[in-house]
């Protein structure tokens, strides 16, 4: 990696405070990403960061980590998706969430995730009161993992968009969650798409989305949806004033 000379160094520290930063798809890796915030400097003024596709994997999850722990941290928005996060990294990610104030949106989509890493977020967002966007989309949590957060949702009343497209979660995993949608009143943005839901777990939904007062936007592609249960869906469009979304979702970002 090409160094700074001095002269360039000093120009980054006398630059503007940087509030956002998106090197998406640039494969850097956590050693470049620990370099990359070190050089910048002002990392308790970023408020946006999108680190999606780099290869930081859990050593750069832990750099983030220390981030979010200092108190005068502005960040509100981090994306990660895609960087061969595994539970270990979710792990210490979900222990600075516990008490974390100002993260807003975190999207942790395409990572190794599994049921025990959705099980470690779902206890801290107990006690989280301040994310309101997540994105968990492709991250194999399955049917435990989706169990961890219709518990969660119990509970938590600050989640206001929560995606988990293409995590096989299928019909058992589906009925789980639609008891407690039945009676939510924080989501306003779902996203089931490509979850391997047959005709009985979208049935189990559908009534559960009748009776649900908050939702907004839900999307459902990908799924068994056939004639009928798409003209089910738009009843349920000019009734309830939901966009409803029957095709398959990108999954990226927010």
Do not use: C
Request: charged fraction near 20%.
């Amino acid at each position: 990696m090409k160094e700074l000379s001095k002269s360039e160094e000093e120009k980054v520290s006398n630059s503007p405070q940087i509030t956002w930063l998106n090197i998406n798809g640039n494969q850097i890796g956590h050693f470049a990403l620990k370099y990359l915030l070190t050089t910048l400097g002002h990392v308790k003024t970023f408020v946006e960061l999108n680190l999606g596709s780099n290869q930081i994997g859990d050593k750069g999850t832990e750099i983030l980590v220390d981030i979010l722990q200092n108190p005068e941290t502005s960040l509100n928005t981090l994306i990660i998706s895609n960087n061969q996060i595994t539970i270990y990294g979710v792990q210490i990610l979900s222990d600075v969430l516990r008490y974390n104030k100002t993260l807003i949106k975190l999207d942790l989509s395409h990572n190794q995730i599994n049921a025990r890493g959705a099980q470690h977020l779902a206890t801290a967002l107990k006690f989280n009161n301040t994310l309101t966007h997540l994105n968990l989309s492709n991250s194999s949590i399955e049917i435990e993992g989706i169990k961890y957060f219709s518990n969660l949702l119990q509970e938590n009343k600050t989640l206001t968009k929560l995606l988990l497209s293409n995590n096989e979660i299928g019909d058992v995993g589906i009925q789980y969650f639609s008891d407690v949608l039945r009676n939510n009143t924080a989501l306003t943005t779902i996203d089931f798409s490509d979850n391997s839901i047959g005709y009985q777990g979208v049935l189990y939904f559908i009534d559960a989305v009748k009776m649900n007062k908050a939702l907004k936007t839900i999307h459902f592609g990908g799924n068994a949806v056939s004639d009928e249960i798409s003209n089910e869906f738009k009843s349920i469009q000019k009734k309830q004033n939901i966009q409803i979304i029957l095709r398959s979702s990108s999954s990226f970002y927010f």
